[in-house]
């Protein structure tokens, strides 16, 4: 079973920076494809970034392309979301993902990941 912890939430002005964290265990880190998902009040969860196991391609959404960057550590066991140049519509809990047999069709579908975080809460206020 894999456990995903994600912490780095916060309260941030409009333009500031946050750094989330998602720990990683219960499976080889390598072995999984890692997603970030957010969802805002009121609306869907939606798709926000991944990293696919053994690839060095990352995918974003449009609204957060050039803003936000994902990245893994596997020494640690980590996947990163930097998220620079916030904005109020940026304001939702973010939840980290993970599967071990995502294809790229189905990276920013939220039902194809098995496994899930319990959330962190972000948000950007002007």
């Known amino acids: 079973q894999v456990q995903l912890v994600e912490s780095g939430g916060g309260s941030v002005q409009v333009g500031g920076s946050l750094r989330l964290s998602c720990a990683v265990s219960?499976?080889?880190?390598?072995?999984?494809?890692m997603g970030w998902f957010r969802r805002a009040s009121g609306e869907e969860r939606e798709f926000v970034a991944a990293?696919?196991?053994?690839?060095?391609?990352?995918h974003y959404a449009d609204s957060v392309k050039g803003r936000f960057t994902i990245s893994r550590d596997n020494a640690k066991n980590t996947v990163y979301l930097q998220m620079n140049g916030l904005k109020p519509e940026d304001s939702a809990v973010y939840y980290c993902?993970?599967?071990?047999?995502?294809?790229?069709?189905?990276?920013?579908?939220?039902?194809?990941?098995?496994?899930w975080g319990q959330g962190t809460r972000v948000t950007v206020s002007s």
């Open positions: 219960g499976r080889s880190f390598s072995t999984l494809t």
């Open positions: 990293s696919r196991r053994g690839a060095t391609t990352t």
């Open positions: 993902a993970a599967d071990s047999g995502i294809i790229l069709s189905q990276l920013r579908v939220p039902g194809a990941y098995d496994n």
